[in-house]
């Protein structure tokens, strides 16, 4: 079970920190059409971030802690209030999806305070399941 937490964390790292950098990049990307004097393409790296490295981790992260309750079979009320928050983990994942093609498309409206939205609520979320794994009861 120890190495299925150490995967559980490390993945959930990897997630938490793409969740906070793309929106990030997105505003890039908004920034860097709006001053741009020629039509540039939208960036590759967004795109292949989200689905090749913050989808698989999120998938990761995901999997690992369902086995994690699972096999060490915890229960609890906490726990039921953690995948809350990590329900809206998920979907201000989607939603950043969302707003990748949108920028793709340039359709730019409202797409800077979505991104800043959408930071501001994954980062309250992941702040909610540290504090709630931190103060959870130990049986």
């Known amino acids: ?51 090749h490295v913050a989808t698989p981790f999120a998938l990761l992260a995901i999997m690992s802690g369902t086995a994690l309750f699972l096999v060490g079979q915890i229960t609890g009320g906490w726990l039921v209030l953690k995948l809350m928050a990590v329900s809206g983990m998920v979907l201000c994942h989607v939603l950043c999806g969302a707003l990748i093609v949108r920028l793709e498309r340039e359709q730019f409206r409202f797409l800077v305070s979505a991104s800043g939205l959408l930071a501001a609520t994954s980062a309250a979320l992941m702040l909610t399941v540290l504090v709630l794994v931190l103060s959870k009861p130990f049986a």
Do not use: Q
Not at 25 to 40: C, I, P, Q, S, Y
């Open 1 to 51: 079970m120890p190495w299925i937490k150490v995967l559980h964390i490390a993945t959930l790292l990897c997630w938490c920190a793409t969740l906070l950098y793309l929106p990030a990049m997105l505003l890039a990307g908004v920034k860097g059409r709006e001053e741009a004097t020629f039509d540039t393409p939208v960036p590759v790296l967004l795109r292949f971030l989200f689905s």
